[in-house]
């Protein structure tokens, strides 16, 4: 019977090695991946119910826009504004609500109405 | 079989020990990358699910939407011009909409004043105002009307369910009466008039007609009114391209950094590798996984954060943009909408450049001769 | 019976260009297995230019090597009369090399910031050998070495004659047929040397066959060197058995 030596040991506990670390790594994070790809998958066949009350208001009061930018007429209804709803105030009002940065002006879709 | 699985196995150990020997740089390049690719992935999946959202609460948004303009101003529509249209063939039916913006000066919130069948003296608010006035059903509301009377007393009769916060969030719905008295609106005008039409392929011959009859009116047609919700939600314009595009720069720079960057103490370890018997395929293999090693890592811990933080918990890092100086903000849980396609261009861009940047400059590296170890 | 057997070997570098120069100059040479073959000669003799063809590190510009007694993972049976490693395309000549050869560096040649038993394992890592017997082997190694303890430690914190054994150790790793070490004793110091013609003892009783290039007496004049060849200006001036 040998008895083990400590280097011996030593050379034996080396055998959690790094890769196997990294690849069960990544088969963990595939895992995370799927699972949220299910509870995507899950979440929207539940969408018709989640969004059954914005659906309803929207067909009851006719709504054109959503609410997301309340700081200016234009930026809380921007499928209503025209190229000048921005300067409603002044001709050289220049850009002052960050939201307008984010929403773009409307892009005429037939020119003889704009 | 195996056998190519195990020199997989042990090159990827080899690449793992060498990112280990600089342990702080290569633990922040991670973490850099995966940042960038969360805060990419953040957006893609807050835009689509947001534009997703869009065309299913706007399906039923008027057919058209005719505005009178004077002076390039939006202007009331007198309520002759909706008689007029009415009788134009295809119309279905006209009707006026009187709605309007009040500006709460309490709270600084704006608020949309919209018109419904209601009984006098009630409103029925959304879940955002009933937020901003922390003000609940049967509550009374006070609104400054315009005409410097007795301000207008308002019971709340109902407050819109809090999934709607996304369509209804500021609104406050009255009687036509009380938006007359609010707004000191003028009798015989309406702010807009939606019309149903009879076939949607009619719209722009329609809207020419108006047009031609009256030429201050502007019509919008929905394809107009759901183009503006495609163009805000794409990824490909205003604020979202700027981001991209720094994104991108940031991938080039890592992928150049690595492309360029084999210094000589790297090259005079591919020398030694190769003359203790590594080939040049088992060389380039290693820079491979290098390369990989992080740019998977990164695209998975980003991609599953983004999607934790848009989808759990409905994007707050986005919340200071999004809200600019508005004192309303709409608080909604978003549907996922993950696109295959849109994450594959992801992972394109942040996975294979980085993991293949290295293997053009490593290949001359990698073909120096066995023998050149010895030499030096 | 194993053989390394050189006939008319010419390497020659620059071929063509104004820095045209000949390393190694139409040599003959039949390498003895299991027996200590010593290269001696000054710098520029073509002692390493040698080595380098003859561990299939390179090509010789002409002549013939023929290996016998070396199993190739492309052979099914040993051929009789040997392998002309010459002709071979590359693969199969890192293959052999793999097999057969084991290098020892002047500067020994360790990765930095890389532990002592990965050092040990590296030329094994491509062969696509499962990793527990390797490594069982490497530590074997650094245990007939006396440098077990170090097995975790990086290369940076041994000291020379530790290092010396670990490049050792690196070098029989794939259980090679030859070892061929190149100014191994450059710098170390007598005592050191001496320790590392013990080890060379060693290997040559398990049957090893060793070939050193060296121009250190206590390498050449070593009991133990069975042959030693010398060289000049790419040419062997004279070759013997040690007297």
Same mark, same amino acid.
């Given at each position: 019977m040998v008895k083990k030596t400590k280097d011996e040991i030593l050379i034996k506990t080396f055998r959690i090695r790094k890769s196997t670390v990294f690849l069960v790594l990544t088969i963990i994070n595939v895992m995370a991946f799927s699972l949220l790809m299910l509870h995507a998958r899950s979440v929207q066949a539940r969408a018709g119910q989640l969004l059954a009350s914005s659906i309803s208001i929207a067909k009851e009061l006719q709504l054109t826009d959503l609410c997301l930018f309340t700081e200016a007429r234009y930026t809380r209804h921007p499928a209503m504004g025209d190229v000048h709803a921005a300067f409603q105030d002044h001709p050289l009002a220049l850009e002052h609500f960050p939201s307008g940065s984010l929403v773009p002006a409307p892009r005429p879709f037939m020119r003889r109405h704009e | 079989m195996n056998k190519a699985i195990e020199r997989h196995k042990n090159i990827l150990e080899f690449s793992l020990s060498s990112l280990l020997r600089r342990k702080t740089k290569n633990a922040s390049l991670l973490a850099i990358y995966t940042l960038i690719v969360f805060a990419i992935a953040s957006l893609l999946f807050f835009l689509s699910a947001l534009k997703r959202e869009s065309i299913l609460i706007l399906k039923d948004a008027p057919d058209m939407v005719v505005q009178r303009m004077v002076a390039g101003r939006q202007d009331l529509v007198p309520l002759v011009y909706a008689k007029e249209i009415a009788s134009l063939r295809g119309v279905r039916k006209v009707t006026p909409r009187l709605w309007g913006y009040y500006y709460d000066a309490p709270s600084g919130g704006n608020l949309t004043v919209m018109t419904a069948a209601m009984p006098a003296g009630f409103i029925k608010i959304g879940s955002g105002v009933s937020r901003l006035r922390r003000a609940t059903v049967a509550d009374v509301i006070v609104l400054q009307s315009y005409d410097n009377e007795v301000p207008l007393m308002l019971e709340i009769k109902e407050v819109l369910p809090y999934e709607s916060e996304l369509a209804a969030a500021d609104l406050v719905i009255m009687s036509d009466l009380d938006f007359r008295k609010l707004f000191k609106f003028p009798q015989g005008h309406a702010t807009d008039l939606a019309l149903t039409v009879a076939n949607s392929r009619e719209l722009s011959t329609l809207a020419e007609k108006i047009v031609d009859r009256y030429p201050d009116a502007r019509p919008i047609l929905k394809s107009e009114m759901l183009r503006t919700y495609d163009s805000i939600f794409d990824w490909r314009g205003g604020m979202m391209l700027v981001m991209m595009i720094a994104a991108v720069l940031s991938f080039i720079i890592f992928a150049w950094d690595r492309a360029t960057g084999l210094s000589a103490e790297e090259r005079k370890e591919i020398g030694i590798l190769k003359s203790i018997g590594w080939e040049t395929s088992d060389v380039l293999l290693l820079k491979f996984w290098e390369g990989a090693v992080i740019s998977l890592s990164a695209f998975f811990f980003g991609v599953i954060a983004a999607y934790v933080h848009v989808y759990f918990f409905s994007a707050p890092l986005f919340q200071p943009v999004l809200k600019g100086w508005s004192v309303l903000y709409p608080q909604f849980k978003l549907v996922p909408a993950v696109d295959a396609y849109q994450l594959g261009v992801l992972f394109f861009l942040t996975v294979a450049p980085y993991t293949f940047a290295t293997i053009i400059p490593c290949w001359r590296a990698a073909t120096i001769d066995p023998d050149a170890a010895m030499r030096s | 019976?194993?053989?390394?057997?050189?006939?008319?070997?010419?390497?020659?570098? +620059?071929?063509?260009?104004?820095? +045209?120069?000949?390393?190694?100059?139409? $040599?003959?040479?039949? #390498?003895?297995?299991?027996?200590?073959?010593?290269?001696?000669?000054?710098?520029?003799?073509?002692?390493?230019?040698?080595?380098?063809?003859?561990?299939?590190?390179?090509? /010789?510009?002409?002549?013939?090597?023929?290996?016998?007694?070396?199993?190739?993972?492309? %052979?099914?049976?040993?051929?009789?009369?040997? $392998?002309?490693?010459?002709?071979?395309?590359?693969?199969?000549?890192?293959?052999?090399?793999?097999?057969?050869?084991?290098? $020892?560096?002047?500067?020994?040649?360790?990765?930095?910031?890389?532990? $002592?038993?990965?050092?040990? %394992?590296?030329? !094994?890592?491509?062969t696509g050998e499962d990793h527990h017997v390797f490594a069982a082997r490497a530590g074997e190694l650094l245990e007939q070495f006396s440098i077990a303890r170090h097995a975790k430690s990086p290369v940076e914190w041994l000291s020379g004659g530790e290092?010396?054994?670990?490049?050792?150790?690196? !070098?029989? #790793?794939?259980?090679?047929?030859?070892? #061929?070490?190149?100014?191994?004793?450059? +710098?170390?110091?007598?005592?050191?040397?001496?320790?590392?013609?013990?080890?060379?003892?060693?290997?040559?009783?398990?049957?090893?066959?060793?070939?050193?290039?060296? +121009?250190? /007496?206590i390498v050449y004049d070593s009991p133990l060197a069975d042959r030693v060849v010398e060289m000049r200006d790419g040419v062997i001036t004279s070759s013997g058995p040690k007297l």
């Open positions: - | - | 019976m194993n053989m390394i057997s050189l006939t008319n070997i010419t390497k020659s570098f +620059h071929v063509g260009k104004a820095s +045209h120069f000949v390393a190694v100059n139409d $040599v003959s040479l039949d #390498i003895a297995p299991a027996k200590v073959t010593i290269l001696k000669g000054p710098s520029g003799s073509g002692k390493t230019t040698l080595m380098t063809l003859i561990g299939c590190m390179a090509r /010789p510009t002409s002549g013939r090597i023929v290996l016998s007694g070396m199993r190739a993972a492309w %052979m099914t049976s040993e051929d009789p009369s040997g $392998v002309e490693i010459t002709s071979l395309p590359e693969r199969f000549l890192n293959d052999i090399r793999r097999r057969t050869f084991g290098f $020892v560096f002047q500067q020994f040649n360790l990765l930095k910031g890389i532990s $002592v038993l990965e050092n040990v %394992m590296l030329p !094994a890592y491509p290092l010396q054994r670990v490049a050792i150790a690196r !070098a029989l #790793i794939n259980d090679p047929a030859v070892i #061929i070490a190149d100014e191994p004793t450059a +710098h170390l110091d007598t005592a050191l040397s001496r320790e590392f013609m013990t080890i060379v003892g060693t290997l040559k009783q398990a049957g090893r066959t060793i070939l050193i290039a060296s +121009h250190d /007496p």
